[in-house]
């Protein structure tokens, strides 16, 4: 599935959408009460991360590879709307339960910890 965007009249290359990506923030609307907020935020090498809302206030994510594949799904996708951090966002954002211990990775299961080596510790 390609989207021809158009910026200030001049016509742009067709970009092409990442099918598995597509499908996934379909699949994320769809359990989520059925609308989403999308942040749209550069991460530098790794291409440009889509933060998703959902209506019910649960945070979901995709990578896509630049900032015009990540425009160009959310203007794909039926009741996504492009949007920033702001208070009606940050408000009613919600991680899912365990998300904390993922994001946390390897020192969610400690129970010790390291001495601090800046000299305070």
């Given at each position: ?64 590879d630049d900032?015009?594949t990540a ?33 946390a990775g ?16």
């Amino acid at each position: 599935m390609t989207v021809d965007t158009q910026d200030s009249g001049a016509s742009a290359p067709a970009v092409s959408l990442p099918p598995r990506t597509l499908a996934a923030v379909k699949k994320f609307v769809a359990e989520h009460g059925g609308s989403a907020s999308a942040v749209i935020q550069p991460v530098g090498l790794d291409g440009v991360r889509i933060t998703l809302v959902g209506a019910d206030g649960v945070l979901g994510d995709q990578v896509v590879d630049d900032l015009a594949t990540a425009n160009a799904v959310v203007a794909a996708v039926d009741n996504v709307t492009a949007a920033e951090w702001e208070r009606s966002i940050t408000s009613i954002a919600t991680p899912r339960v365990g998300h904390w211990r993922k994001m946390a990775g390897w020192v969610a299961n400690q129970t010790r910890f390291p001495k601090a080596r800046n000299g305070l510790g």
